[in-house]
């Protein structure tokens, strides 16, 4: 009885269906306990994580038990910073979108008070502001609290680690005897339960406690990656695993579609799941999913929700979850019946601090992997196709393919040589749209020798000295566009005017192509193999 349908709670048609407007499916366990708790008119102490939508835990009664023929004051919201204040008012206004007679007015520092004050004066039966300056209207007496009938404290921890304890008291108070008081908050403090008893007649606590993540069959792996390396780090990882079905999660509507474009423009098969689609729309795409048209999912984690299907190979987390509980339920889409299953978690510099978070809170260690490089990627799906050749050997039936076979090799060619092309003809396709890069390594460049005698490629950079370029702007340039470790690099020459690397060769085209438009000292730099003429000292 964790999740509730909202039908099923008491709540009325119009607010039922502003709801269904927000997308929301279900109640959350905090929703689900709270909402009919508070419609009985009880005083509430509701606690649960960040995220867990505790403003409908109290929005959702709280206009319920609004009279909207009565146009005084009724409710009032307080809440500890204005953008909160914000955010909650915008989640009301949401919520009253078929109530047009129950006016919310957010009330907080740093708008003119001249301006709220005539708002006022028009009547809202719910405010909802910041504890200091609901108190300067109070003050005022721009605001009357003798009608007030429901007293909600949101974040309650935070009010009081920002100091509004006395803030709090004062307004508490000033309101009559006969009222309904909520409490919601992350974190409970003695602190907090002293004003609950001291304000709160008989109040029923409920909390919500997360549930222990245990998933063993899930292998976690995190990769540091730019924004505007994703796509390609993610096509790799596509073309290396494979997979049959794959769940990419995005944290918007507009980055789920923006990349659903992209993959589609590189010949995948991608669609989108986010809340905009209509629900024929929304089945026909599972459906495609289902029956494997379609191998790549982008969604959202609300679009996502409904989801049901057992053999999910991959989760990418795309956008790193806003909220440690999105990642539990993004990846808990994965290694389902138990199925082993892999997540991938895209981790974008700063970003690493969320992802300790939610190593954190899952208690579980997610590492670090290096992306695959393009000869990875190549090598791989050499592989799969040598392997596809002798499965279609050992399924014989190869008679009229031999005549054709014959007939090419004819008196100049063996077989060999025919089954050779074959085979280059295909591996080649695999190659990335940098055949030439290749060709130029090949033909133009020069190889020299590492110190372990491994096979190196000298690079020519278009910028030197007189650019103010050292070895660590190289070294740091090719780590993160190209995610070349520093060690893996040979000789670095800066000259007047150029700087010539030596990379090792599985790395040249990463390189290359990692360094296409980089910047180094601000500057727009080119990238080539070195000429052999070039390089000499
Ligand atoms: P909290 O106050 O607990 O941190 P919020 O009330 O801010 O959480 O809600 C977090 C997000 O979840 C908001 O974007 C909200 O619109 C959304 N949300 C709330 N309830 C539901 C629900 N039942 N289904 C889907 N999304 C919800
Ligand atoms: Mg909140």
Do not use: W
């Amino acid at each position: 009885m964790e999740h509730l349908k909202f039908e099923e709670m008491g709540i009325s048609p119009e607010l039922c269906r502003a709801i269904k407007d927000m997308g929301f499916e279900e109640a959350t366990p905090i929703q689900s306990k709270a909402i009919s708790a508070a419609l009985s008119g009880r005083d509430i102490i509701g606690q649960s994580q960040t995220g867990t939508g505790k403003t409908a835990a109290f929005g959702i009664p709280c206009i319920e038990r609004i009279n909207p023929d009565d146009r005084r004051l009724q409710a009032v919201i307080l809440c500890p910073t204005r953008e909160l204040a914000i955010q909650v008012s915008e989640e009301f206004r949401r919520l009253l979108k078929y109530k047009d007679n129950i006016r919310v007015l957010p009330i907080y520092g740093g708008q003119p008070i001249d301006r709220q004050i005539t708002a006022l004066k028009k009547g809202a039966q719910i405010i909802i502001g910041t504890p200091g300056r609901v108190m300067d209207h109070m003050r005022r007496r721009t605001l009357k609290m003798e009608t007030v009938q429901m007293m909600i404290l949101d974040e309650a921890d935070e009010m009081l680690d920002m100091g509004f304890r006395e803030d709090i008291e004062t307004i508490l108070v000033k309101i009559p005897a006969e009222h309904q008081t909520m409490l919601f908050s992350a974190t409970l403090s003695p602190e907090i339960l002293d004003i609950t008893k001291r304000f709160q007649t008989d109040p029923e606590f409920i909390k919500v406690v997360r549930k222990e993540l245990t998933v063993p069959s899930i292998e976690q792996y995190y990769f540091d990656v730019k924004e505007k390396t994703k796509l390609e780090a993610l096509t790799r990882m596509i073309d290396i695993y494979d997979p049959k079905l794959a769940l990419i999660f995005c944290n918007t509507k507009k980055r789920v579609d923006d990349l659903v474009e992209a993959l589609q423009g590189r010949g995948y098969f991608a669609e989108a799941l986010h809340g905009d689609l209509k629900q024929p729309q929304r089945d026909k795409v599972m459906q495609k999913f289902r029956n494997g048209t379609i191998e790549l999912l982008v969604a959202t984690d609300v679009a996502a929700r409904g989801i049901d299907v057992d053999d999910i190979d991959i989760v990418f987390n795309y956008d790193i979850p806003q909220d440690e509980e999105y990642y539990v339920h993004r990846i808990g889409r994965t290694g389902r019946a138990g199925r082993s299953g892999k997540a991938f978690t895209f981790c974008v510099g700063k970003e690493i601090y969320k992802l300790r978070d939610i190593m954190r809170y899952t208690k579980t260690k997610i590492v670090q992997q290096k992306l695959p490089t393009l000869s990875d990627v190549e090598e791989m799906k050499t592989a799969i196709f040598l392997e596809h050749i002798q499965e279609t050997l050992k399924e014989g039936h190869l008679m009229p393919y031999i005549d054709m076979a014959e007939r090419l090799a004819g008196e100049e060619y063996t077989a060999l040589d025919v089954a050779a092309a074959l085979i280059k003809y295909h591996v080649s396709a695999f190659r990335t749209d940098d055949a030439e890069i290749l060709d130029d390594i090949n033909l133009g460049g020069t190889e020299i020798y590492g110190g372990s005698g491994e096979k190196m490629v000298r690079v020519f950079i278009n910028a030197g000295k007189k650019q103010k370029i050292r070895t660590k702007d190289v070294v740091g340039a090719i780590a993160n566009e190209a995610g070349v470790p520093g060690k893996a690099l040979g000789a670095i020459d800066i000259f007047d005017d150029y700087t010539f690397v030596d990379v090792p060769h599985e790395y040249v085209r990463d390189v290359l192509y990692g360094m296409k438009n980089c910047r180094l000292k601000n500057k727009k730099v080119h990238v080539e193999i070195a000429k052999k003429e070039k390089h000499k000292k």
